[in-house]
């Protein structure tokens, strides 16, 4: 005779669905080590910004992701016993060509641009080293992609740049030219001549700057993006144009009205924001410096709109793009002499 069928366990209690019984693996002891060195960074991150940024700390947890993703896939036979074994050759040869491959992506892409591609692999490498290093880790870096620019704008659209803020200082006289005008011509020359990213600019302090009867120049430590890979940053000193001396030196003058009404300490930044900024005379940030070149690109695509220039043709609105045309135009100019 069969038995009848039972909702409830033979001792009486409910059945436990079959799903809560499925074994759920335990997290890879390699995964907990790399969590606690995040935590490291995260901490480093909220008491020291210029240390560990908010934007590097992304990257270091965007790649962390992408390992604990990986892991699963089989970057290595012992990848998981620990982070020096995550960190191993073998492993991290195999989770960068996973991450080349695409295979980490959360959401899939129609197109891949190869030096976007290449960016991201260089951004991998870095914070795989900077994991090595907390943990004080060996590791055995790989070689890193070649940098290659991005496709850029016409080199005449800096000039054009240029032009505009020439023809705004005219429409004042000198000695009623705004500081914002004042202080646009010259970091534009700077721009033209050091070629610095938004964050040189912000960093870049009086003491950096050289003006003397013989002698202009600007000394600032470059930042790439992919980070310095745990070399010693060494100093740039850059030589300035005449135009851009005299420039500084009438935003110098400017300058020193500016921090004539703050109260407390006196700032070193060499840049500084100017009125109608309510923190007229405090340093500026490369937001407000991104915002400042935006508008005047804005203003440049205007005119350039009124005359019909096609939309490819348009000057560039982002700082950045404008810096590495500038880069590709003196890369040329340079290879041909």
Not at 23 to 51: G, H, I, Q, W, Y
Not at 74 to 84: F, W
């Amino acid at each position: 005779m069969s038995s009848t069928a039972r909702h409830l366990s033979d001792s009486g209690d409910r059945s436990t669905p079959a799903a809560a019984l499925t074994v759920v693996p335990s997290t890879a002891d390699a995964v907990l080590e790399l969590e606690r060195v995040l935590d490291v960074f995260r901490t480093v991150n909220r008491k020291a910004k210029d240390v560990v940024s908010d934007a590097r700390l992304q990257q270091l947890e965007w790649v962390a992701g992408e390992l604990a993703i990986a892991l699963p896939l089989g970057l290595s036979e012992t990848a998981g016993d620990s982070l020096e074994d995550l960190l191993a050759p073998d492993a991290v040869h195999a989770y960068l060509l996973l991450g080349r491959g695409g295979f980490l992506r959360s959401m899939p892409t129609v197109s891949t641009d190869p030096t976007s591609v290449d960016a991201s692999e260089r951004i991998r490498i870095y914070c795989l080293e900077a994991f090595a290093r907390q943990a004080r880790i060996p590791f055995e870096a790989p070689d890193m992609p070649p940098m290659t620019l991005r496709p850029t704008v016409s080199p005449q659209f800096a000039d054009l740049i240029t032009t505009h803020l020439e023809a705004e200082a005219d429409q004042w006289p000198e000695v009623n030219r705004p500081d914002v005008i004042v202080r646009g011509l010259a970091m534009w020359g700077v721009m033209r001549d050091v070629l610095p990213r938004l964050g040189e600019l912000e960093s870049m302090l009086l003491e950096d700057l050289t003006l003397t009867a013989s002698t202009s120049t600007l000394t600032l430590i470059r930042q790439p993006q992919g980070g310095l890979r745990g070399r010693i940053p060494e100093p740039e000193t850059v030589a300035l144009s005449p135009d851009t001396a005299r420039r500084l030196e009438d935003w110098l003058r400017r300058r020193t009205e500016l921090i004539t009404r703050l109260q407390g300490g006196v700032p070193r930044h060499l840049w500084l924001s100017t009125p109608p900024n309510p923190d007229a005379g405090v340093p500026i940030h490369r937001r407000g410096i991104s915002k400042w070149y935006k508008k005047v690109a804005d203003a440049v695509q205007k005119r350039q709109d009124a005359a019909n220039v096609p939309e490819q043709d348009l000057v560039p609105t982002r700082w950045e793009t404008m810096r590495r045309t500038l880069l590709a135009q003196r890369q040329a100019t340079e290879g041909t002499t």
